[in-house]
């Protein structure tokens, strides 16, 4: 009797599915109004748009729950790499995927089954968004661009490789190769397969000792990827070690065990993990733009700045940016000038806290720097007229600037962008600075050890402006000039505390700003 009852449950599903073969005409008119339904939204689509024209483009047919489990388990299959992808699984339906795995999809209604069909395509959508384009927006505090990364046509994608046939490949077909971006995906894997190993803790290093004996110190530089194993005995080999691991810390690389190297050593594996992710996202973020233009990039924890075109990095140069107190901000804008021989005018701030008291100690300092005063006409006044006694933060009515020299504090070149926070990009006549790892010393704006190299990139139809400030060199009292830049030049400020420099290489560096503290 049981056998009987099996083999008419059996008949029941194969004509189930000849029905649905049959009316697949009437499905796909069903699934269109059901698309076109204002219930829609109800359902919580992230790609809601690019779902719709998903199924416009596949004439509203099926294109999971069409008989064939074979696109299910492709997209099972990729949602799974997310981890080695720096993605995370559950952001791409994971309990619709549980579900059908566990058989629960045939015998739905035609509404669940509506419902199922395109929370498939939604996470199909939202994973090949996210591979080539960020799982997140970048927080920037001023976002002159007005820049989202929209540069694929998704649905496209996914529809064409689906009528051509899934394949196994199709996500590392798509992933960028930005040489930058396999790095840190190279370290990103190594760090997860280290956490992964059984009975995987992080191991603290306290002993300063540099030698064989400190075996906690060769776990942490095991567990880092710096040695193959935990068994090294020579100390000239682990000093040698410790150095790269300082310098993959962006420390003095001298092979000792300071507080410093030590804390960078402690901090757990999984945040530098984190770390790496949001590099992976951060790099995805910006492939639109790099796509069409070339871009500036300046990361604030490394201080340094990277001129990308497409693929290539053209031009890298170290900065000085804001310290803590006075951080440099995030953001994006585009370089629209050069100033050659910059007027440094004192922001209001800085003349009444710092130089108003030593003004009032000697009003020669200004002579002494170069510096002007100037009434809120612009008129340039005699310094030794003002009754500087009286003058303090809440009763300040001039301006302050230093006139052009060798001691301007933008040197001799100023590349300008607009943003609300009254930062750019400048010279400096101070470059012993730059020779330090860690270049957190300005007011907010970004001093570069490599301006005119820079200002000759932006001017490089205007070439002679350059050239002729070259040869010129430093001279006092001159006029600024304003030279338009050949073609509007995107710049990012952005705060990256992993990060690849024009070699590829991969460090990490302090959370100056302390953004990322728990």
């Known amino acids: 009797m049981s056998i009987n009852i099996f083999r008419k449950a059996f008949f029941i599903f194969v004509a189930n599915l000849f029905t649905f073969h049959l009316n697949a005409q009437v ?32 004439g509203y047919g099926f294109a999971w729950l069409n008989g064939n489990d074979g696109n299910i388990s492709l997209l099972a299959g990729f949602i799974k790499q997310a981890d080695a992808l720096g993605l995370e699984q559950e952001d791409y339906q994971p309990g619709l995927i549980k579900v059908y795995k566990k058989g629960l999809f045939i015998n739905v209604s035609e509404q ?10 939604d996470a199909a959508i939202h994973f090949l968004h996210d591979v080539l384009m960020g799982n997140k927006q970048q ?23 689906m009528e051509n046939g899934l394949s196994p490949s199709f996500i590392t077909e798509i992933e960028p190769t930005y040489p930058e971006y396999l790095s840190v995906k190279q370290m990103l894997n190594n760090f997860m397969k280290i956490i992964n190993e059984p009975g995987f803790t992080d191991v603290l290093v306290g002993s300063p000792q540099v030698n064989g004996k400190n075996t906690a110190l060769l776990w942490r530089l095991y567990q880092l ?28 690389n001298d092979g000792v065990l300071r507080s410093t ?28 733009i790099r796509k069409s233009e070339n871009i500036i990039v300046v990361n604030i924890p490394s201080a340094t700045l990277l001129l990308y075109g497409g693929s290539e990095t053209i031009f890298e140069s170290s900065v000085i940016v804001g310290k803590k107190l006075t951080p440099t901000p995030t953001l994006c804008s585009n370089i629209t000038e050069v100033i050659l021989y910059p007027y440094w005018h004192v922001p209001f701030k800085i003349a009444t806290r710092e130089l108003l008291p030593r003004i009032k100690r000697n009003v020669g300092y200004l002579d ?28 300040f009515p001039y301006l302050i600037r230093q006139s052009t020299g060798c001691d301007n504090s933008l040197g001799l070149i100023k590349l300008n962008f607009y943003n609300p926070f009254s930062v750019y990009l400048h010279d400096t006549p101070n470059k012993l600075l730059f020779s330090l790892n860690r270049r957190y010393f ?28 070259t040869q010129m060199g430093c001279l006092v009292n001159m006029e600024p000039v304003t030279v338009p830049a050949s073609q509007a030049l995107p710049v990012f400020v952005l705060y990256q505390t992993a990060w690849v420099d024009s070699l590829h290489r991969v460090s990490f560096f302090e959370d100056v700003y302390s953004k990322f503290s728990e």
């Open 27 to 58: 499905l796909h008119k069903s699934l269109d109004q059901f698309l076109n339904s204002a219930t829609l939204s109800a359902y919580s689509l992230k790609f809601e748009k690019e779902v719709r024209r998903f199924y416009l483009l596949n």
């Open 112 to 121: 669940d089954s509506f419902i199922a069909e395109v929370k498939f395509t």
């Open 139 to 161: 927080k920037l505090s001023y976002n002159g661009l007005h820049y989202t990364p929209e540069c694929y046509d998704i649905a496209l994608m996914l529809f064409t490789k």
């Open 225 to 252: 990827g710096i040695i193959d194993s935990d068994t090294l005995k020579s100390a000239v080999i682990i000093k040698e070690k410790v150095k790269e691991a300082q310098k993959l810390f962006n420390l003095l």
């Open 261 to 288: 190297t030590l804390k960078e050593f402690n901090m757990p594996l999984i945040s530098r993990v984190n770390s790496l992710k949001y590099t992976l996202n951060t790099i995805r973020w910006l492939s639109c």
């Open 368 to 395: 002494e720097n170069n510096f002007q005063v100037l009434n809120l006409k612009g008129n340039v006044v005699d310094a030794r007229s003002v009754n500087w006694s009286v003058l303090n933060s809440s009763y």
């Open 442 to 469: 300005s007011h907010g704006c970004m001093r570069v050890e490599k301006a005119m190299e820079l200002g000759r990139y932006i001017l490089r139809d205007n070439r002679i402006a350059i050239d002729t400030l």
